[in-house]
């Protein structure tokens, strides 16, 4: 009877947002959702009862019970999520004296608060905001500075304000509890002009303390995490050791870490991949409109690899600060997210810049929607538009849009220019943002995203705006003249005028119909495109004439390793054969080998299980292929297969792992010999792994040790015939010495002996 009741409540009650009510209308939603949630199930009752499911009384009083009992659950739910626009517990209205003081007063946290809408003249000679903790407002107070930054010994004399949202920190270490009221002042005359009056026992929102990172991958540890405001965290005591190759902060919801995630700038406002952490102490900000009421958790995540090397959850019972720009990291919380929007398959591509610059395009009715892509850092912007003359490439008098991450609002941003002339703008000619010419930004921004060094900005904006002067219609009966440019940002995050190169923009006429479908001239994506900056990479390890191995996890030494010797990458560990970066290795025909294999064996840990097999495939991760692609694999060591065909690996033992020491220096080390000394070799408890593996006759002559539950983590092994390795000819060599040594000897000793008798 239990298991049909609550079958039928979870039928007749619908699922709720956290986010869902607000506190002003607590009361009466709790009424009529439960009035609401019984009816509907006496409905659903009398419905299955017509069907010939039968229930008694009791039964459907059961159903009430229990409909009731989630139902006032989910109201407290509901009432503890915040409402929107949310600005902390609300105190009151400024009550008016004189002056027409105005203004809704909100406790943001312990000693701070938020004016909403604050007005006053400004004509009181010698007014501030004051607070005290007499019965009334009295000489007896002190002065809130604001602005909260002055110069001068003395705060300032309060201003004229209309409908200024102003945030005020308590001084000296005040708290809230520790006053009665908050007024506008006139100290010289002793004259409140408004006041208002805080409740006794007001409870503030307050930061909520979560436990440390879970620890599963690259030494990811800190101290507890704390929840600052709703969209602020402060990690304290940050480890990391910054070997991920496309490693961010990430947040998202369900049960676990997933792709489904966005990704959060790092303490710095900045969407690159993330750097090593010796024990730092970091505040990060989840961008958007993202609040923490919006997520479940909090990870460190592998992108590419879709790896997670820790995370920590968020409760959903939080009652924190609003992000209101009172933490150290300003929030911008009046934009919209920007990475969640689902990419267009698009059909037009042109690289308008080799290797740097290709777009996108796609028409939407009375819009196009254009994507930039960018091999820019996060100082330089990317532009495109239409040329300033039809037939030729020209900067000057071109309609432009301006694309790049504002790494201070922590936002994607694209804005329409107009470009007079090739020189700075001074609010009226250069190169200057429509908006700062008096005509408005007629682009919006769908999406944006920053990856293995390329930035993405997909806009739209109508082909024919109502801007003549400052906005070129884009044709679609016939081909136009484009123009594309990088180049850096300045102090206002606007285009730099700077002297172009013939690399950063385009020199050549470059025509585009934007009707066009399928003019797909792009040959490859610019994420291919390799770094030829950086480190000089370290050469390949070679081992032959070795029977025995030992196969652990190690760092991939950044850009001089792994990377660099495959020529694929990597999610920031790989196989260690024998203490070397996956070396090439060499195996004979019909010779046995021998693999104590340290990978890791707990399945439920998957960044720290890594069963080792052989296989033809340069990529491996068998246990992540299905169907024809599994088949394509063909193995030879380290997996069985069962009744049903599937792969089961058999190679996998405890789990030792070659840790940096403090951070990954692979960029700074020339040496992979003396890259290792900043390494330490650990090992969890338990027994490794062995694998004895005779090579077929028939074996090719090239196969790869791999990762049976992840892709490229290890390198070749090289089979050649029995005593055709360089090992083995030394070996040779080696016998026929010892061999004719050993005849020597004993013919030595022959003589000597006879001689000893003949004296």
Avoid at 146 to 152: A, D, L, S
Avoid at 511 to 521: L, Q, T, V
Avoid at 670 to 699: I, Q, R, S
Wanted: proline share 6%.
């Amino acid at each position: 009877m239990w298991r049909k009741a609550s079958r039928l409540v979870r039928e007749a009650t619908s699922r709720k947002s956290r986010r869902q009510g607000q506190i002003e209308q607590g009361q009466t939603a709790t009424t009529t959702t439960s009035t609401a949630t019984i009816t509907a199930t006496a409905s659903k009752a009398r419905t299955l009862a017509a069907q010939g499911l039968i229930i008694t009384w009791p039964q459907f009083a059961v159903v009430v019970a229990v409909a009731a009992l989630l139902n006032c659950l989910d109201c407290q739910a509901a009432g503890r999520a915040p409402p929107e626009p949310y600005y902390g517990r609300f105190i009151g209205d400024f009550t008016n004296f004189a002056h027409g003081i105005k203004g809704k007063v909100h406790a943001v946290d312990e000693s701070t608060l938020f004016v909403k809408s604050f007005a006053y003249d400004g004509t009181g000679p010698d007014a501030f905001f004051w607070v005290g903790k007499t019965p009334r407002p009295s000489p007896e107070g002190y002065i809130i500075p604001y602005p909260e930054e002055y110069t001068g010994i003395d705060p300032p004399i309060l201003q004229a304000h209309n409908r200024t949202d102003i945030i005020l920190r308590l001084p000296m270490g005040k708290r809230i509890k520790d006053i009665r009221w908050l007024s506008v002042w006139c100290r010289r005359f002793t004259v409140d002009f408004g006041e208002v009056f805080i409740p006794q026992n007001l409870d503030v929102p307050k930061p909520r303390v979560l436990p440390e990172f879970k620890r599963l991958a690259h030494g990811l540890r800190s101290s507890n995490i704390s929840v600052l405001d709703a969209k602020t965290f402060y990690i304290p005591n940050l480890h990391y050791d910054g070997a991920g190759p496309d490693a961010y902060f990430w947040v998202g919801n369900g049960s676990e870490p997933n792709i489904m995630g966005v990704k959060v700038p790092n303490e710095m406002g900045s969407l690159e991949t993330l750097r090593g952490y010796q024990g730092e102490d970091i505040e990060i900000q989840l961008p958007g409109s993202l609040t923490v009421y919006d997520i479940d958790w909090l990870a460190v995540w592998c992108v590419e690899y879709r790896h997670n090397f820790g995370h920590v959850y968020i409760p959903r019972d939080l009652d924190v600060p609003p992000a209101l720009g009172q933490t150290k990291i300003t929030p911008p919380w009046w934009y919209s997210p920007t990475t969640t929007t689902p990419r267009p398959v698009y059909s037009n591509c042109r690289e308008i810049l080799p290797n740097k610059l290709q777009v996108k395009w796609e028409l939407q009715g009375d819009y196009i929607q254009i994507e930039l892509f960018g091999r820019i850092t996060e100082d330089q912007y990317m532009a495109f538009g239409l040329s300033g003359a039809n037939g030729r490439a020209q900067m000057a008098q071109s309609d432009v849009v301006v694309a790049f991450y504002d790494t201070v609002a922590r936002v994607f941003r694209a804005e329409d220019y107009f470009i007079s002339d090739l020189s700075q703008c001074d609010g009226q000619r250069g190169a200057c943002p429509d908006e700062r010419i008096g005509a408005r930004n007629d682009v919006h921004v769908v999406s944006g995203d920053r990856k293995n060094g390329v930035t993405t900005i997909r806009y739209k904006r109508l082909l024919q705006t109502n801007e003549a002067l400052y906005d070129t219609p884009i044709p679609i009966d016939r081909e136009v003249s484009v123009i594309a440019a990088i180049g850096p940002l300045n102090a206002r995050k606007e285009a730099n005028a700077h002297s172009h190169t013939a690399s950063d923009h385009n020199q050549d006429d470059i025509r585009i119909n934007f009707s066009a479908r399928n003019d797909h001239a792009c040959k490859s994506s610019l994420y291919d495109v390799k770094d030829q900056s950086g480190p000089r990479p370290w050469p390949t390890r070679t081992i032959e004439g070795v029977r025995k191995f030992r196969a652990s996890i190690g760092p991939t030494g950044g850009k001089r390793g792994y990377t660099a010797i495959t020529g694929v990458p990597s999610w920031g560990i790989a196989w260690y054969l024998n203490d070397l970066l996956i070396p090439e290795i060499t195996v004979e025909r019909g010779l046995s080998y021998e693999f104590i294999i340290e990978g890791g064996n707990d399945p439920s840990q998957p960044a720290r299980y890594h069963p080792f097999y052989i296989t033809d495939s340069p990529e491996g991760g068998l246990g992540q292929k299905m169907g024809l692609e599994a088949r394509k694999q063909q193995v030879y060591a380290g997996v069985e297969h069962d009744d049903d065909g599937n792969a089961i690996p058999t190679a996998a033992g405890r789990y030792c792992e070659w840790e940096h020491q403090t951070i990954d220096r692979s960029a700074e080390i020339e040496t992979f010999e003396e890259y290792t000394k900043t390494l330490v070799y650990k090992c969890e408890d338990g027994e490794p792994g062995y694998l004895n593996w005779t090579v077929p006759k028939d074996a090719p002559d090239m196969l790869y040790y791999q990762c049976f539950t992840h892709n490229n983590l290890g390198w070749r092994i090289k089979v050649v015939d029995m005593g055709a390795s360089r090992g083995s000819t030394y070996g040779s060599y080696q016998l026929i010495v010892y061999g004719i040594f050993t005849v020597f000897s004993l013919v030595a000793t022959r003589l000597l002996f006879c001689g000893h008798l003949l004296a």
